[in-house]
């Protein structure tokens, strides 16, 4: 197949079709700030130097996709939430914007172009797209997904307790509607900077901490709708859950969601076969490995997640979650290299198709 630029191939894997090879997409703020030597801090509130940062990383190590993000509590102060940017370590939550659930009705709705540290991630999605246009893709952050904002604005217990009151569904509900605006002006004015397609972060709303019956109740309407009004504005849109989601990956694809991104802990195949055809399913590199292991070792774990989820395309090669700080700049060389090698298709699907029982251990 002849080779292709990472918007063509990228393009083509959203579509349902086959590129040249599985696209590679890093997960790495943090990373690119230590890189070039600028404080998290510095990194989260001054655009020049986030895309300075991001820039000279793809420089490094040409991967096809640019994920534009300042941690994941950026709207969450911007509505009004306690937060923190340490020098060195990624921006935290330290407290609720509101005490109950029904003093949403108190929260102003988002300016992403004004508030918080939204102005800097934008601007920087605005600078990265402009040098990077032809060359790379784009992904600019949504940050939080409606049910996760929901719980940083209310408090995690607050909320999630809420989820199973029956007296409280209805406060529930009213919240979510809330979020869910807020998600969407955000993903517009990402799109508006010149994201080719945005994310958003449901960690809370995954099987690890929430039931499925939650899940569906509570985060799938709301995200089913954010899908559905951002396809209007042709806007594609990844959901990322941590930890493992495989009983709810069925639930995801349904959504609409064009993109979902995996952690190293769910079942490769399981969810490969629920979402073929609907969802490219982007992951699933353990981040620790990625930390801690070997190159070789990063090199064969993306080898089996290329050849478990992306057989037949639909499949984008990335790491389960961000990337520590930290981690060796030869583990991100391993994850290119292993798309490079394992990742070749053709009009049939993937050409490396060597399957011995040890690499399926």
């Not at 800097?120 to 060359?135: D, N, S, V």
């Not at 989820?163 to 990402?190: I, K, S």
Request: hydrophobic share 40%; charged share 25%.
């Amino acid at each position: 197949m002849e080779h292709m630029t990472s918007p063509e191939r990228v393009r083509r894997v959203l579509a349902g079709d086959l590129p040249d090879r599985v696209p590679v997409m890093a997960q790495n703020f943090q990373n690119t700030a230590y890189l070039a030597g600028i404080s998290l801090d510095e990194f989260c509130h001054n655009p020049r130097l986030m895309a300075e940062a991001q820039i000279a990383a793809w420089e490094r190590f040409r991967y096809d996709i640019v994920d534009v993000e300042n941690g994941t509590v950026a709207a969450a102060g911007a509505l009004g939430c306690e937060v923190e940017y340490p020098k060195d370590q990624p921006p935290r939550l330290l407290g609720p914007a509101i005490q109950r659930l029904e003093d949403v009705s108190k929260l102003e709705p988002i300016d992403p172009t004004r508030d918080g540290t939204l102005p800097a991630l934008l601007e920087a999605t605005r600078l990265i797209a402009q040098a990077l246009k032809g060359r790379a893709c784009v992904l600019g952050e949504a940050d939080q997904g409606p049910f996760n904002l929901a719980a940083m604005l209310v408090g995690m217990e607050n909320f999630l307790l809420a989820t199973v009151d029956p007296d409280q569904w209805d406060a529930v509900h009213r919240l979510l509607e809330f979020t869910t605006e807020q998600c969407r002006r955000l993903a517009l004015a990402q799109a508006d900077a010149g994201a080719d397609f945005t994310q958003i972060g449901e960690p809370l709303a995954g099987p690890d901490l929430s039931s499925p019956r939650v899940y569906r109740q509570f985060a799938f309407p709301f995200e089913k709708r954010l899908v559905e009004d951002l396809k209007v504005r042709g806007i594609p849109l990844c959901i990322h859950v941590c930890g493992n989601a495989t009983r709810i990956m069925g639930d995801l694809a349904d959504t609409g969601a064009a993109m979902l991104q995996t952690d190293s802990k769910v079942d490769m195949a399981r969810c490969r076969e629920v979402t073929m055809g609907r969802s490219v399913l982007i992951g699933n590199v353990d981040t620790t490995l990625m930390a801690t292991g070997m190159p070789e070792e990063v090199e064969r774990a993306a080898r089996r997640a290329i050849q478990v989820m992306g057989r037949r395309g639909w499949f984008i090669l990335s790491s389960g979650c961000t990337i520590g700080a930290t981690t060796p700049a030869a583990s991100t060389e391993a994850l290119v290299a292993a798309a490079e090698r394992y990742g070749r298709y053709d009009e049939h699907g993937l050409v490396d198709g060597g399957e011995s029982e040890d690499f399926h251990r």
